[in-house]
Nanobody, 118 residues
């Protein structure tokens, strides 16, 4: 059973934009929700988090200034100035902190593929 369903991925050229969406599946969103991504052969990488009640946000270093996380009843990730290095499957998940790092605590869904060509 997954906690959320992602959508909005696609293929774009470098410099382009995409907007990802995440909706809850069967249970409400947790206090802190976020986006992670996984490139082939790599671990899940933290992208962005949002504190649901306050709207406070946090970003991974590689996306600061380019990506924006937001929420209403769903959660979104606006991705601008995309780079080939952003190519990955993007997932939304509950966010926790382990050893000072943001990690996904819930079940991983199918994600949505983002492919950026040079």
């Amino acid at each position: 059973q997954v906690d959320a369903v992602e959508s909005g991925g696609g293929m774009v050229q470098a410099g382009g934009s995409l907007r990802l969406s995440c909706v809850p599946a069967g249970r409400p969103f947790s206090t802190v929700m976020g986006w992670f991504r996984q490139a082939p052969g790599k671990d899940h990488e933290f992208v962005a988090a949002i504190w649901w009640r306050t709207g406070h946000t946090a970003y991974g270093e590689s996306v600061k200034g380019r990506f924006t996380i937001s929420r209403d009843d769903a959660m979104y990730l606006q991705m601008n100035a995309l780079e080939p290095e952003d190519t990955a499957v993007y997932y939304c998940n509950t966010v926790g902190v382990v050893g000072g790092a943001y990690v996904g605590f819930g079940s991983w869904g199918q994600g949505t593929q983002v492919t950026v060509s040079s």
